[in-house]
């Protein structure tokens, strides 16, 4: 009998997506060579994981739009560890600058991008092409520990499938792009605190206008604008009512209507839970059981027992809990293949006495992309 024994290797091409920890210093002085020759590192952040290339290097930016399937319009957001670094990537006038310098001085490292108007340095892959770049300091050790060792700003969005769930764990990562690039290496700093992506606020004269909601609230915007020795107000763009299309130009990311989507279809549902089918808006009806049910404040809680699968972001009511838990809450609902449907809960009125929690409804809005289902 004729044995034979084959032995496979894996060649420079057939390289795997992997995770390092940011305590291997060996490790994290490779993932910065890697983002200094253009390729890819994804980290862990205070908000949620960021796929980072280097911001000046034109090839490494549109790799990361290649990799998550992003569309060429909407920009990224460039990550530094001082407003210094901030300043060569920005070409404001003179009230801008002011007004840049104050929030970074007060709200910087944390969870804020300001987007002002972009120096020409700064490649049009990463604007895309708005003339327009975003900036942030962030507060995580992992980031800002790649940072210092590569030397170079790193532009990042969320280390995601283009409109998939955004990710908080470095497992998150690799299940979305592990495969689109064999080379990616990730960098597990552990759960996200924040949970949800930075606010993003547009930079004019006198105006502040809130582009994004996130962790960073409107009136913390308005006190630490109050130091200035001219006025500031403080608007907000709706981009829910009035939603950006891929093949619009956008100065900051976030303003597109579907976004942070499960692989299920999602629907938001008001009122109380009831043991009855749910009626979605199309007017097809589903049994209880065959529905995922995400809750909040234990409003649904009737549903828990008939539901197929039953989750609470926050049974105490707690914003900061609820923004934390949600997107891992949202890829929980992804492993339910039997499952039909998503209902999510709908904070719209509640979120008007709570910052945090408008973050989070507006995430919950675009999941479901507005749509909304109803029991009966």
Sequence with gaps: ILKLQFLYFIGPDERMARII????????????EQLKAGGLVA??????????????????????????????????IVHVLEWEQAEQLVVGNERQMEIA???????????????????????????????????????HLVARKLLAISNIPIAAPSANRFNHVSPTLPEHVITDLGERDPTLI????????????STVVKIHDDTLEVLRRGAVTMRQLQDSASSL????????????????????????????LT?????????????????????????RRYPVADVVVVDFASKRLPLKEKAHAYM???????????????????RWTETFPSAKIVILPNLQAQAASDEVLAAVQDRLFRAASGNKATFE
């Design 43 to 76: 980290f862990s952040t205070e908000t949620v994981y960021g796929l980072g290339a280097h911001a000046m290097d034109e090839k490494a930016a549109m790799k990361v739009f290649e990799v998550k399937g992003r569309p060429a319009s909407d920009p990224l």
């Design 312 to 330: 609470d972001l926050s049974s105490k009511g707690c914003s900061s809990e609820a923004a934390a838990t949600l997107f891992a809450g949202l």
């Design 21 to 32: 920890q940011h305590t291997d210093d060996a490790e994290m002085a490779n993932a910065a």
């Design 259 to 283: 976004h942070y989507a499960p692989n299920l279809p999602a629907y938001l549902h008001e009122g109380e839970g009831e043991d009855r089918d749910v009626t979605v808006v199309e007017g």
């Design 101 to 139: 310098k104050v929030l970074a001085d007060k709200l910087w490292p944390g969870p804020l991008t300001m987007v002002l108007p972009a120096a020409s340095s700064v490649p049009s892959a990463v604007t895309g092409s708005s003339g327009w770049v975003g900036v942030r300091s962030p507060k």
């Design 186 to 197: 990730v960098v597990d700093g552990g759960p996200s605190d924040v949970g949800i992506e």
């Design 229 to 256: 020795s001219f006025k500031v107000a403080i608007t907000e763009r709706d981009t829910r009512k009035k939603p950006k299309t891929v093949t619009e130009q956008m100065e900051g990311p976030g303003q597109m």
